[in-house]
C-alpha cells in the first residue's frame, strides 16, 4: 500500500485548501481513513478521520472548518479545510488502518496560513 497525499501549500488566514490522499495497490475504500497533522515543535495529532462505513470524527479544534470525505470511484480520501487560521499550519500526514493489515502513513503535504 502507498499512500500519496496532495494539495499543500500557503494560503493567507480565512482562506481554503484541499488536501487529496491517493492509494496504490489497495482500495482505499476498505480502510479507515484518517488526516493526521504536527506542527513545528508539536507532536503529531489526529485532525478527522472516516471509517469504511463513512462516519466521520474530528478533533474539536477543526470542527466546523473541516470536512473529511470519500471518493471510491476515484480511490481517494480529501480533507476540505476552510476559514483556515495560523495554527493550522503544519505537515499533514494521510493514514489508512486496516484490522488486518495495520497501519499506512504517506509522506506529508506542508500547509502554511499566514496571518
Known amino acids: 500500500v502507498q499512500l500519496q497525499a496532495s494539495g499543500g501549500g500557503l494560503v493567507q488566514a480565512g482562506g481554503s485548501l484541499r488536501l487529496s490522499c491517493a492509494a496504490s495497490?489497495?482500495?482505499?475504500?476498505?480502510?479507515?481513513m484518517g488526516w493526521y497533522r504536527q506542527a513545528p515543535g508539536k507532536q503529531r495529532e489526529l485532525v478527522a478521520t472516516i471509517t469504511r462505513s463513512g462516519d466521520t470524527a474530528y478533533a474539536d479544534s477543526v470542527k466546523g472548518r473541516f470536512t473529511i470525505s470519500r471518493d471510491n470511484a476515484e480511490n481517494t480520501v480529501s480533507l476540505e479545510m476552510n476559514s483556515l487560521k495560523p495554527e493550522d499550519t503544519a505537515v499533514y500526514y494521510c493514514?489508512?488502518?486496516?484490522?488486518?493489515?495495520?497501519?499506512?502513513w504517506g509522506p506529508g503535504t506542508l500547509v502554511t496560513v499566514s496571518s
Open positions: 493514514n489508512a488502518n486496516h484490522l488486518i493489515f495495520g497501519s499506512t
Open positions: 495497490g489497495t482500495i482505499l475504500s476498505e480502510w479507515r
